[in-house]
Nanobody, 123 residues
């Protein structure tokens, strides 16, 4: 059974930083493409960043480039999202996914999701 466990979310002031972690189990994570998504209240889940299985390719939503960095440690079945210069608009539940398709810079997720981790940016 595939499972994703996200962690690292918190309440942070504008301009602050956070690092999110995602640990995968039940899937061949080292050979899987993966991505981070977020869902703000009242909005649809959206892709934030994607990373290929071997970390050769990393893509970001254009508006987040330079502030967010995706990475992975295949030996630990874990993926990370380093977020800096956080803004109130970054407030959302953040989810990870792995095992989907990575095509032309876009990651298409599988139907399995974890509980997510809440990031709140507020003064």
């Amino acid at each position: 059974q595939v499972q994703f466990v996200e962690s690292g979310g918190a309440l942070v002031q504008p301009g602050g930083s956070l690092r999110l972690s995602c640990t995968a189990s039940g899937t061949a994570f080292p050979s899987s493409h993966a991505g981070w998504f977020r869902q703000a209240p009242g909005q649809q889940r959206e892709l934030v960043a994607a990373i290929s299985a071997g970390s050769v390719t990393k893509n970001y939503v254009q508006a987040l480039k330079g502030r967010f960095t995706i990475s992975r440690d295949n030996a630990k079945n874990t993926m990370y999202l380093q977020m800096s210069r956080l803004e109130p608009e970054d407030t959302a539940v953040y989810y990870c996914n792995a095992g989907g398709q990575f095509n032309r810079g876009t990651y298409y997720p599988t139907s399995t999701w974890g509980q997510g981790t809440q990031v709140t940016v507020s003064s």
